[in-house]
């Protein structure tokens, strides 16, 4: 990531501190427990939020990158960012939002948002990646609609067999954060 983007993750990071970052009790979805949370969508949903999001994630799609793509509702705000960051950087990217249920009306469609070419080359958006498992299911919706997927970003990694569980798949991925760097950064904070 170039200088502009250590600004902007900087900005990121502090949001996260302030408004996504929970000491306590809680049980992740993963069914883990753990002492803390970090509820993205504090920070996805607000609007300075979502535009550091939109413009660090857009800046690490390469040139073929047809779709963003994230199984609703933790990946939805984020998705929709990076498409309108795109549509302002003269690149517009569609955004699809995958359902964890098939519409129950309709097309009873899985995957919401433009169609693509057969093909085409989609990456998958999450918010807090913990073992892995919640991204894999959009990233198999896509692949069971012909969609090629090699890439997933993530604004946090835990740390929790996510990274390794992806690159057991054949999957690339990325996160904006560590666990390990929220952590120091808030005990510095304190």
């Known amino acids: 990531m170039e200088n502009n983007s250590a600004f902007l993750?900087?900005?990121?990071?502090?949001?996260?501190?302030?408004?996504?970052?929970?000491?306590?009790?809680?049980?992740?979805?993963?069914?883990?427990?753990?002492?803390?949370?970090?509820?993205?969508?504090?920070?996805?949903?607000?609007?300075?939020?979502?535009l550091l999001v939109g413009k660090l994630i857009f800046s690490l799609l390469s040139e073929n990158t047809a779709a963003v793509a994230g199984l609703t509702l933790g990946a939805d705000p984020i998705v929709s960012a990076v498409s309108v960051v795109s549509a302002y950087e003269n690149k517009p990217i569609p955004a699809l939002i995958i359902r964890k249920e098939a519409k129950g009306h309709g097309t009873k469609a899985y995957i919401e948002g433009p169609d693509l070419d057969a093909d085409a080359e989609v990456v998958v958006l999450?918010?807090?990646?913990?073992?892995?498992?919640?991204?894999?299911?959009?990233?198999?919706?896509?692949?069971?609609?012909?969609?090629?997927?090699?890439?997933?970003?993530?604004?946090?990694?835990?740390?929790?067999?996510?990274r390794q569980f992806y690159?057991?798949?054949?999957?690339?991925?990325?996160?904006?954060?560590?666990?390990?760097?929220?952590?120091?950064?808030?005990?510095?904070?304190n």
Do not use: H, P
Request: glycine content about 8%; cysteine-free.
């Open 126 to 162: 999450e918010d807090v990646v913990t073992t892995g498992k919640s991204a894999m299911l959009a990233v198999e919706r896509l692949k069971n609609a012909g969609y090629q997927v090699n890439k997933i970003i993530s604004l946090v990694d835990r740390e929790a067999g996510g």
């Open 9 to 50: 993750r900087q900005q990121l990071l502090d949001l996260f501190l302030k408004y996504a970052y929970q000491e306590g009790d809680f049980t992740l979805s993963s069914g883990q427990k753990s002492n803390f949370y970090l509820n993205g969508k504090q920070v996805t949903l607000r609007a300075e939020g979502a």
């Open 167 to 189: 690159e057991s798949q054949g999957l690339e991925f990325e996160a904006i954060f560590t666990l390990t760097e929220i952590k120091k950064a808030q005990l510095t904070k």
